[in-house]
């Protein structure tokens, strides 16, 4: 019943603190949520993939991930640098259909705050809860190492339950992997990430 | 999300991801509203939800108890009630339990905040709430009992006893209490070996 009251806690909320209000709400939720799960250390890329697979890291407490282990991101060198992962069910999706089920349409003050957050911040929610999702899964990747190395987390694509797509092309450029991949990808997902080394890209390193 | 994801919505559960987050949520206005801002959010959360579902109507009070048993009333949206009196009603788990676990697990203990508001819930509003999900429940269930007409008649909720994670029970002040059992029908110690095996008891009824 929790997770029913984000819609009428969402809509009073921007009846009193507006759209952009509950963005910056969501936004600090994310980030004090993986705050407080804590840093990780894995010794390289296979133990890491293997904890993301069994879902003993914090960024799979959203639900099962798919490991694209084919889709190893890799620097000027050859060196991997990461890989890509496809959330296969999004965790609002149970609480949507119980929500349309037993109480009705979702409420506009759904899109009216994910527009907020696409107009303001970055292009990317297809609902409201994105926003704390995405924010949650870039701090939780900053307080992960591998190999000793802080990892990123950049968001890719994600569907919405109507199936509208958000892609967010300055990702996809930075690890250079092509739009239509990701597309077929979200076939059986509803969010792609990739996790990457922080400050590197694909190709060459970024120079700060 | 997936198409997929939309499949037998009726039994399943939230991601405890979504959960969480909601009580952090929670916690960010408290932050910056206080513990009143908390009380007042759940609260009015709870009354917007509450407001957004479909009215009922039922001829008889063994249709309507024999809805809420099976499921079918929106009173029991959220909930297994189980009808144990003419106007006696236990809830064997509390809907929220889920949600209390999976951030005891993840997180840790829980921000003080949380009992912070539900002891100013039992000072200003009223004195039943054993935690703060309950001051979102006992409100949702007092709202939706204004939906709701047994014989033409608009349907009374009133609560008796919340068992919160701990252990601890939330009990109305003896001279209530008495009423309020004697209403369902039910002694003193029925009333706490119906604590002892489930999380909520509460009275349902119509005036006469």
Same mark, same amino acid.
């Given at each position: ?30 980030? $004090?949520?993986?705050? !407080? ?19 003993? /890291? ?22 991997? +640098? ?6 296969? %069910? ?46 949650? !899964? ?35 450029? !930075? ?9 077929? +990808? ?20 970024? +120079?700060? | ?74 009173? $029991? ?88 994670? %701990? ?18 029908? +039910?002694?003193? /110690? ?8 489930? $999380? ?9």
């Amino acid at each position: 019943m929790m997770d029913i009251a984000i819609y009428s806690l969402v809509d009073d909320m921007v009846s009193k603190a507006g759209t952009e209000g509950v963005v910056e709400y969501w936004l600090r939720v994310g980030e $004090s949520y993986a705050e !407080r799960m804590g840093k990780e250390a894995y010794v390289g890329w296979p133990a890491f993939n293997v904890a993301m697979k069994e879902g003993r /890291t914090s960024l799979t407490v959203e639900g099962q991930v798919n490991v694209l282990t084919d889709l190893a991101i890799t620097d000027r060198d050859g060196d991997v +640098i990461g890989y890509v992962y496809a959330l296969k %069910t999004c965790p609002m999706a149970p609480t949507m259909g119980r929500y349309i089920l037993r109480i009705g349409p979702i409420p506009d003050s759904d899109t009216d705050v994910a527009d907020s957050y696409n107009n303001r911040v970055r292009d990317s929610a297809v609902s409201n809860y994105c926003i704390t999702h995405q924010k949650f !899964r870039e701090v939780a990747a900053n307080n992960i190492t591998v190999a000793k190395q802080a990892l990123e987390c950049l968001q890719l694509a994600n569907k919405g339950m109507t199936g509208e797509v958000k892609m967010v092309p300055e990702s996809l450029e !930075r690890i250079n992997v092509d739009e239509r991949h990701i597309k077929s +990808i979200l076939r059986s997902a509803s969010c792609v990430f990739a996790i990457i080394i922080k400050g590197k890209t694909a190709g060459e390193e970024i +120079i700060e | 999300m997936n198409e997929g994801d939309h499949m037998s919505q009726k039994n399943i559960e939230s991601n405890p991801f979504v959960d969480v987050s909601v009580f952090l949520f929670f916690e960010d206005i408290s932050d910056k509203q206080g513990v009143e801002g908390f009380t007042n959010y759940m609260v009015g959360q709870a009354e917007s939800l509450a407001k957004s579902v479909p009215s009922e109507e039922y001829e008889t009070w063994d249709d309507f108890a024999s809805a809420v048993a099976s499921g079918e009333s929106v009173f $029991s949206s959220f909930e297994n009630i189980e009808q144990i009196s003419k106007f006696g009603f236990v809830t064997k788990n509390c809907p929220f339990s889920k949600a209390i676990r999976e951030y005891i697990k993840r997180i840790g203990n829980f921000n003080p905040v949380h009992m912070e508001a539900t002891d100013h819930y039992n000072h200003t509003i009223q004195p039943s709430a054993a935690h703060s999900a309950c001051m979102m429940h006992q409100t949702y269930r007092k709202e939706v009992a204004k939906r709701i007409k047994v014989g033409g008649k608009p349907l009374q909720y009133a609560q008796i006893g919340a068992k919160a994670h %701990t252990g601890q029970i939330a009990l109305p002040p003896e001279s209530w209490k008495k009423v309020l059992l004697d209403k369902a029908g +039910i002694s003193e /110690t029925q009333g706490f070996m119906e604590m002892r095996e489930n $999380s909520c008891l509460y009275l349902l009824y119509v005036d006469e």
